[in-house]
């Protein structure tokens, strides 16, 4: 049985930092394309970051220097660092794995707000 196992989010000051953690069992990370989705209240499910099996990475503009994507494969997990907060960056964020199948982290909450 596959599962991605999500953890890390919570409420941060706007320019704080929160990393996440998309831990997966039943499937090899590193034999995926990762990615990190996220929804906030009212609007679609929209893409922020992937990371290919050759480790490649590849942000959403809105995102792209403040946000890492990363991947430890001897845990088997994959990362979403995230700095220099902004409130427009408040939502449900997702993680997914993508190889024949995708499969889906259940969602964590991330709010930025003074």
């Known amino acids: 049985q596959v599962q991605l196992v999500q953890s890390g989010g919570g409420l941060v000051e706007p320019g704080g930092s929160l990393r996440l953690s998309c831990a997966a069992s039943g499937i090899i990370f590193s034999s995926s394309v990762g990615r990190w989705f996220r929804q906030a209240p009212g609007k679609q499910r929209e893409f922020v970051a992937l990371?290919?099996?050759?480790?490649?990475?590849n942000y959403a503009a809105s995102v792209k220097g403040r946000f890492t994507i990363s991947r430890d494969n001897a845990e088997n997990t994959m990362y979403l660092q995230m700095n220099n907060l902004k409130s427009e960056d408040t939502a449900v964020y997702y993680c997914?794995?993508?190889?024949?199948?995708?499969?889906w982290g259940q969602g964590t909450q991330v709010t930025v707000s003074s």
């Open positions: 990371i290919t099996t050759n480790g490649n990475d």
């Open positions: 997914s794995a993508q190889g024949a199948t995708t499969y």
